[in-house]
């Protein structure tokens, strides 16, 4: 009998076509992420969940199918998997790390250039008619990217590969993380400081760290109020890393220039969200890893990460590793 997955919605078609090519697929064709009733009544006997970040992976999900072995997420981020408890059953976690690197560093890149140089504020006066002047000395006046300081807080795959862009930028870069990061340290000539001093010390603030209980609101009123008031901050990595009512205070009351965000506390990002309202921001909907290319391979590379653990090998992609020790995999081996 071929092991049944469930995919949570509509996913790349070269992701559809391996996952059918081993396992028996319930489809849900839908754009739209399924409600958690929805998943609990499909989940009930699959040998594998190929979900999104929209899903929450937690006990009650986990516990609803006594034959699952495999959770398969199209991100990088885990954290809507309750990856402890998960592993405590034995559950394996396959995920998209480093294929979707080099998109989302392009994109913190973009929100960078767009909120220093006011891109979108520009793009708005003229098509709303306001565009009066052909040219003024001060008009629309912005701050250089070039040559200025970068503090990346979290230089794991997608930090690294941002301050790679900055040395094109000739930007100085700091950097904090939980770890020293010493042969990055040597290879990109970033310089290591504790979060406090980078705070002070940056013109543009990249954020990339993963969204855990330590890393929620890091960056919250007093870290805000140590950033200079013509700083910009860019959040690429999870909504919840940074306290957004603290940000609209420091947005409005100038204790910052601006900032550039894909991610948001609740998303959707409601339409009576103040951020809305502010003209210093600039805000796309959470298309970090949104490019053609990249999508297609998150989602393949999430599928083959499933079939290899209903093969019994280990998957690259393997999120919790230690679970190997917990159910080994000769004995998860479907295929
Ligand atoms: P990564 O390689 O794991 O990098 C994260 C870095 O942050 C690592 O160096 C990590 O250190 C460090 N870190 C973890 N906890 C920390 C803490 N409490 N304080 C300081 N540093 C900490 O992950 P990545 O591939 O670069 O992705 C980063 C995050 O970006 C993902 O988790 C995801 O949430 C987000 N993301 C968003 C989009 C989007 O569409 N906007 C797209 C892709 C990714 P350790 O390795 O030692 O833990």
Request: glycine residues 6%; charged residues 25%; hydrophobic residues 40%.
């Amino acid at each position: 009998m071929k092991p049944i997955v469930y995919v949570t919605r509509t996913i790349p078609e070269v992701a559809l076509a391996l996952l059918r090519q081993y396992c028996e697929v319930i489809y849900r064709d839908e754009v739209p992420p399924p409600s958690r009733e929805e998943i609990l009544r499909s989940v009930e006997n699959v040998d594998a969940i190929y979900c999104t970040l929209n899903e929450r992976m937690d006990k009650e999900i986990i516990d609803t199918s006594p034959r699952l072995k495999v959770i398969g997420t199209m991100s990088v981020g885990v954290d809507h998997i309750d990856v402890e408890y998960a592993t405590s059953r034995g559950i394996y976690i396959v995920y998209t790390p480093g294929v979707l690197t080099e998109t989302t560093a392009d994109l913190a890149f973009a929100l960078m250039l767009a909120t220093a140089r006011r891109v979108v504020e520009g793009d708005r006066m003229i098509r709303e008619g306001r565009w009066k002047l052909a040219w003024a000395p001060t008009m629309m006046l912005g701050y250089d990217v070039h040559g200025k300081k970068l503090g990346i807080i979290g230089l794991g795959r997608i930090g690294a590969a941002v301050a790679r862009r900055a040395k094109g930028f000739n930007m100085k870069i700091y950097y904090y993380d939980i770890m020293r990061r010493r042969e990055l340290e040597d290879e990109l000539g970033v310089e290591y400081m504790e979060l406090p001093q980078l705070l002070k010390e940056s013109d543009f603030i990249s954020i990339h760290v993963p969204l855990t209980a330590e890393t929620k609101h890091l960056i919250s009123e007093k870290e805000l109020r140590m950033m200079k008031p013509t700083a910009i901050l860019i959040n690429t990595s999870r909504g919840p890393v940074v306290d957004e009512k603290a940000l609209v205070k420091a947005l409005r009351e100038g204790w910052i220039a601006g900032a550039g965000l894909d991610v948001f506390e609740l998303e959707p990002l409601p339409a009576d969200s103040p951020l809305i309202e502010l003209p210093n921001v600039v805000l796309t909907p959470h298309i970090g890893s949104a490019s053609y290319d990249t999508r297609n391979r998150m989602a393949e590379y999430a599928a083959e990460g499933i079939i290899k653990v209903l093969k019994g090998e280990e998957p690259e992609n393997l999120y919790n590793r230690e679970v190997v020790k917990i159910r080994p995999l000769h004995s998860v081996k479907m295929i």
